[in-house]
């Protein structure tokens, strides 16, 4: 089993600095990839941010420079630290990571239960 826990989110205002957090917990050999998508309401799921196990990052366009994604490679956690949001980042917020439960295993894609984000004056 593994749980991935998002938290940080909540009701923040236009400019106002807000942080997600992503932990990990379980049975995990090795997390690979991870990543943070979005889901508005009445839209798709949408990447946000992504890192590799090589700490490269890639941010969607509508990032502009505003969020940095970043891990903890101690403790296994998973940031996604948002600058000057606006209304429209208003969504659930989605930790993403690819992870194998055994050396023998292979990756497998998991999710964690989202965590809503709600930016207004």
């Known amino acids: 089993q593994v749980q991935i826990v998002e938290s940080g989110g909540g009701s923040v205002q236009p400019g106002q600095f807000v942080r997600l957090s992503c932990t990990f917990s379980?049975?995990?050999?090795?997390?690979?990839?991870m990543a943070w998508y979005r889901q508005a309401p009445g839209k798709q799921r949408e990447l946000v941010a992504s890192?590799?196990?090589?700490?490269?990052?890639d941010y969607a366009d509508f990032v502009n420079g505003r969020f940095i994604i970043s891990s903890d490679s101690f403790s296994g956690t998973l940031y996604l630290s948002m600058n000057s949001p606006v209304p429209e980042d208003t969504a659930v917020y989605y930790c993403?990571?690819?992870?194998?439960?055994?050396?023998?295993?292979?990756?497998?894609?998991?999710w964690g239960q989202g965590i809503q984000v709600t930016v207004s004056s």
């Open positions: 379980g049975t995990i050999f090795a997390i690979g990839n």
């Open positions: 993403n990571a690819e992870i194998r439960i055994r050396e023998l295993s292979p990756s497998a894609n998991y």
């Open positions: 890192i590799s196990v090589g700490s490269i990052v």
